[in-house]
């Protein structure tokens, strides 16, 4: 036994060096991190790479980032994501983001305000410096609670390595926290920084990064640190907290995961209740019933989903908004803000004041949540309705495909919403944690209403899109009196919108700008719908309209609930489709169905509801 390691491949590898190279290489990331007070800092710079992600954002294997960073507060970042540079600092208490392409970067500053609507409100709070999770003392006797298996050295790149796995020993995950998962080091011995690293949790997670020419020597000059301009770049200055939280965001992103739902049981369940509200689960999908005044209403939607309002707004507002900055070289909160300015006359103190309550019950400013809600609704869906002798039975069938930032933040904290104001007719609205307004809805006098979103953004002198549905809903009970209230507005931008009525058996297409609504009747062609189809009226673009036309009119006269439901499948339905709804309304059935990780809202799992029944329960408890 004693001659067979000899006469292995591989030699094995003595406990007392395994332990050597895991403990020096944790006191140096250690001392590069927090270094002893009697040691000057140094800067550390490298190029990461990874080379396998598994448990991660897919695009994500195969890129590199740059890295600099020196204690305790300095810190450089750059990359390339499709074919564009993008560059993240931070020099002390000034964070800065650029984006050479677009000739645009923008600083973060504590004594700008976030809203300019609230000028006196200022978050002054200091950016605190880089440090371990726990004290360094403590990350030094890591050695000793983990599992070290030494393997045979290997090389990576020209440089030969010592490699090292360690496993958190059963007490250690227990008594410290320790995560059970996997690390693999390929450390360089002559400095003891890792080349490569690797790990793996067992439920998942497979991540492998090597590290690319680091480096581990004097402190950068101060001028290295700042965010380096060229001569004619828009460099703004703006509130810190606004790129705090989009990087918080965009971190988050990279292991951000939607659940696929399973087969549907029949289960539901009361989850929370608020006042006259309530939250439900109904096969797996949160059901929230709201009731009352405006400020009761958004008490009920701030308090019950308070956690899924906040995160929308970070990913709203602070993801997507700021993260729109970069692609397009300008600043994201000053388009926003100045749209509010010229939209907030036309809205409802109704609205207003359900979104203020929302906002204080869910523990944001009344600023955000009224901006998330004013965010621009720039959708490319599809949405049709089909009726009389193009279905089975001559039943009213409305479809609603929204195509728009699927992977952003919204599938998460989708919600359908069962909504019985004080005034106005009762409604469901397939929408968002945080939404007050709507662009997919049916109500209780069986109007359903669906929109697709067109050019003219900028053009905002008008009632927001969102609110102008909802008014629809709540006002409307027959197809004429929902036309007449789109007809008066006054609208904004430009949208396409599907609206049906199941009493009447009619549906109707309308083409709106600002100045312009023209009605499209079924049966009747456009220049841009050009398809006629008896019982028939069908919105989309490009494409995608011309196959939801032929699938229309290969199916002519069979179309139930189930083929109404197959008609928005891909290529229809875009690959950002988010949220895909079927309306029935004549006996007030619909389906709804989210994205999730792994499927477009159309290929996802549809949940079949009824907006009577569900608001019969309302009433009987």
């Not at 809203?115 to 006196?120: C, D, G, N, T």
Request: include cysteine.
């Amino acid at each position: 036994m004693l001659v067979l390691p000899g006469l292995c491949g591989a030699q094995a590898i003595d406990s007392n060096a395994t332990m050597r190279v895991f403990a020096g290489a944790v006191g140096r990331m250690v001392r590069m991190i927090q270094p002893p007070t009697n040691e000057p800092p140094q800067t550390f710079s490298a190029k990461l790479k990874l080379v396998k992600g598994d448990g991660l954002s897919s695009g994500l294997v195969g890129k590199e980032l740059e890295v600099a960073f020196q204690a305790p507060d300095r810190l450089r970042l750059a990359t390339e994501w499709e074919g564009k540079s993008y560059e993240v600092g931070r020099d002390g208490q000034e964070l800065w983001v650029h984006v050479p392409g677009k000739k645009f970067g923008l600083i973060g500053s504590s004594e700008v305000a976030p809203f300019s609507a609230a000028p006196e409100y200022k978050e002054s709070k200091p950016l605190g410096q880089f440090k371990l999770p726990v004290p360094p003392e403590q990350v030094l006797v890591l050695p000793f609670l983990v599992d070290l298996e030494g393997l045979p050295g290997e090389k990576v790149g020209e440089t030969e390595c010592a490699v090292v796995k360690a496993t958190p020993k059963p007490e250690a995950v227990q008594g410290f926290g320790l995560p059970k998962g996997t690390l693999q080091l390929w450390v360089r011995e002559s400095d003891m920084l890792p080349l490569r690293i690797a790990y793996r949790d067992g439920k998942g997670a497979d991540v492998r990064f090597e590290l690319v020419q680091p480096r581990l020597g004097e402190p950068w000059p101060a001028e290295k640190w700042k965010l380096e301009s060229a001569e004619g770049e828009k460099i703004q200055t703006v509130a810190r907290s606004h790129l705090t939280r989009f990087l918080k965001v965009a971190l988050g992103k990279l292991s951000e995961k939607v659940p696929v739902l399973g087969p549907a049981t029949g289960e539901r369940r009361v989850v929370a209740r608020e006042g006259k509200g309530r939250l439900e689960m109904i096969d797996g999908t949160r059901v929230l019933f709201l009731e009352g005044a405006p400020e009761e209403m958004g008490q009920q939607q701030g308090k019950l989903l308070g956690k899924e309002v906040r995160d929308l707004v970070d990913h709203i507002l602070y993801g997507v908004g700021v993260g729109s900055s970069f692609l397009e070289g300008r600043w994201f909160f000053g388009e926003i803000e100045g749209a509010q300015k010229r939209l907030g006359p036309y809205m409802s103190e109704r609205y207003v004041r359900e979104m203020d309550a929302l906002a204080a019950a869910a523990g944001l400013r009344k600023e955000e949540v009224r901006l998330a809600n004013f965010f621009p609704e720039l959708f490319h869906c599809s949405g049709f309705a089909l009726f009389g002798k193009a279905t089975e039975g001559g039943r009213l069938y409305h479809g609603r495909v929204l195509d728009y930032l699927r992977g952003m933040g919204l599938e998460q904290n989708a919600v359908v919403t069962v909504i019985k104001p004080e005034q106005g007719n009762a409604w469901v609205n397939v929408s968002y944690a945080g939404f007050v307004g709507s662009v997919t809805a049916m109500n209780e006098k069986q109007v359903a209403i669906g929109e697709m979103g067109g050019r003219g953004e900028g053009n905002w002198d008008g009632k927001p899109m969102a609110q102008l549905l909802r008014e629809v809903m709540e006002r409307a009970n027959t197809l004429d009196e929902a036309l007449e209230i789109m007809r008066k507005g006054p609208r904004t931008c430009e949208y396409y919108y599907v609206l049906s009525d199941a009493k009447s058996r009619r549906a109707v297409g309308i083409a709106a700008t600002p100045e312009k609504f023209e009605t499209v009747l079924p049966g009747q062609s456009h220049p841009l719908l050009p398809h006629a189809i008896a019982d028939a009226v069908l919105m989309s673009a490009g494409d995608r309209y011309e196959e939801l036309a032929r699938r229309v009119q290969a199916g002519f006269g069979k179309f139930d609930a189930t083929r109404a439901r197959e008609l928005m499948q891909r290529p229809v339905a875009m690959a950002s489709n988010l949220h895909c709804a079927l309306f029935a309304p004549d006996t007030l059935d619909f389906w709804v169905a989210n994205a999730d990780s792994k499927n477009v809202a159309a290929q996802a799992r549809y949940t079949h509801y009824n907006l009577r029944e569900l608001l019969q329960e309302a009433r009987a408890e």
